[in-house]
């Protein structure tokens, strides 16, 4: 029982030891899975960001007119005028350079009998940049939609209770397109723009301008199709790195895939034999002759025996030194 007991200690050891392993790597990936997710969605997110333009923008206008002259019969003293800035905040610019948007007004008039009499009028803007320089100015006409006398009593007497409730009034709301396709200058974009309504009898409840963009191309897809290229975006970023990341760690941890060629000198084995097989002849060679030498008297034996076994090492180092390279 003693041995079983310690393999099974051996084995539980071991199996603990592999499961903690297994959850530290587990965790690493997780971690490491994690951060590559929540950098894919930063990167796409300031993608987003930096290239998608505002969808639409709209800002009251408030007109003002001369008030330093005798008016009568409804006239105002001038031109009803308008200065209307083009930035968010006072400094970021509402239009994108390059991309077009459509810009219109719209008036919110009522069915007064001066309006009716009024008939068509004239809306002139014009849009300037930071040095008060005009990149485009456009003027467009307009009027009230026509009603005859029947249907404004039919829709005054079916109405009724809501006009004299207040929930509804007696007013139209006119859309004039200033600019269809407009688009501004890199080098020179509009950051505001004056509206003038060419006309002295005109009445007005309010004022909107309104900036709406139409994409296209990739713009037109991430408007449309918010959620599916979110997806797409973020897959592709999270590829992309999880890529990078893998190739990194071959490089760096195992070594990489295609390592540096390294210049190394390979002797081949048997060329060494050879060589340690002829060093021992001449060794034996040597001793031979030291043997026979010391039988028969000679002048310098210590010499010659010792000048023989530096040219032995001598020409056996000279052979070493001609291994070939590979």
């Given at each position: 029982?003693?041995?079983?007991?310690?393999?099974?200690?051996?084995?539980?050891?071991?199996?603990?030891?592999?499961?903690?392993r297994?959850?530290?790597?587990?965790?690493?990936?997780?971690?490491?899975?994690?951060?590559?997710?929540?950098?894919?969605?930063?990167?796409?997110?300031?993608?987003?960001?930096?290239?998608?333009?505002?969808?639409?923008?709209?800002?009251?206008?408030?007109?003002?007119?001369?008030?330093?002259?005798?008016?009568?019969?409804?006239?105002?003293?001038?031109?009803?005028?308008?200065?209307?800035?083009?930035?968010?905040?006072?400094?970021?610019?509402?239009m994108?350079?390059?991309?077009?948007?459509?810009?219109?007004?719209?008036?919110?008039?009522?069915?007064?009998?001066?309006?009716?009499q009024?008939?068509?009028f004239?809306?002139?803007?014009?849009?300037?940049?930071?040095?008060?320089?005009?990149?485009?100015?456009?003027?467009?006409?307009?009027?009230?939609?026509?009603?005859?006398?029947?249907?404004?009593?039919?829709?005054?007497?079916?109405?009724?209770?809501?006009?004299?409730?207040?929930?509804?009034?007696?007013?139209?709301?006119?859309?004039?397109?200033?600019?269809?396709?407009?688009?501004?200058?890199?080098?020179?974009?509009a950051?505001?723009?004056?509206?003038?309504?060419?006309?002295?009898?005109?009445?007005?409840?309010?004022?909107?301008?309104?900036?709406?963009?139409?994409?296209?191309?990739?713009?037109?897809?991430?408007?449309?199709?918010p959620?599916?290229?979110?997806?797409?975006?973020?897959?592709?970023?999270?590829?992309?790195?999880?890529?990078?990341?893998?190739?990194?760690?071959?490089?760096?941890?195992?070594?990489?895939?295609?390592?540096?060629?390294q210049?190394?000198?390979?002797?081949r084995?048997?060329?060494?034999?050879?060589?340690?097989?002829?060093?021992?002849?001449?060794?034996?060679?040597?001793?031979?002759?030291?043997?026979?030498?010391?039988?028969?008297?000679?002048?310098?034996?210590?010499?010659?025996?010792?000048?023989?076994?530096?040219?032995?090492?001598?020409?056996?180092?000279?052979?070493?030194?001609?291994?070939?390279?590979?």
């Amino acid at each position: 029982m003693g041995p079983l007991l310690l393999w099974l200690q051996d084995v539980a050891a071991v199996t603990l030891l592999r499961a903690r392993r297994t959850l530290l790597r587990a965790a690493i990936l997780f971690c490491v899975l994690v951060l590559l997710l929540w950098v894919s969605i930063f990167l796409y997110g300031s993608f987003y960001y930096s290239y998608m333009p505002s969808v639409s923008f709209s800002t009251p206008v408030h007109f003002f007119y001369r008030t330093d002259c005798d008016a009568s019969d409804s006239v105002l003293c001038s031109f009803p005028m308008a200065n209307v800035s083009l930035l968010k905040n006072g400094r970021d610019q509402v239009m994108m350079s390059g991309q077009a948007y459509r810009i219109s007004l719209e008036l919110e008039m009522p069915e007064s009998p001066v309006n009716e009499q009024l008939g068509m009028f004239m809306v002139k803007m014009s849009c300037y940049t930071t040095d008060g320089t005009v990149v485009q100015s456009v003027s467009r006409s307009t009027m009230l939609h026509y009603r005859s006398n029947l249907l404004q009593t039919m829709s005054t007497l079916l109405f009724s209770p809501l006009l004299l409730t207040g929930v509804s009034e007696q007013k139209q709301l006119i859309e004039v397109e200033l600019l269809p396709d407009f688009k501004s200058d890199f080098y020179q974009p509009a950051v505001g723009a004056v509206i003038e309504i060419q006309s002295r009898k005109v009445q007005i409840y309010s004022a909107q301008l309104r900036i709406h963009a139409f994409f296209t191309g990739i713009r037109y897809l991430l408007h449309n199709f918010p959620v599916m290229s979110a997806i797409v975006g973020v897959a592709s970023n999270f590829t992309f790195l999880s890529v990078i990341l893998l190739f990194s760690y071959l490089q760096f941890i195992w070594g990489g895939l295609y390592p540096p060629d390294q210049v190394r000198v390979k002797v081949r084995p048997s060329v060494m034999m050879g060589d340690s097989t002829r060093l021992q002849q001449r060794r034996e060679e040597a001793r031979k002759r030291m043997h026979s030498s010391a039988s028969t008297p000679s002048k310098k034996p210590q010499s010659l025996t010792h000048d023989h076994f530096n040219q032995t090492d001598q020409s056996l180092l000279c052979n070493s030194s001609t291994v070939p390279q590979s």
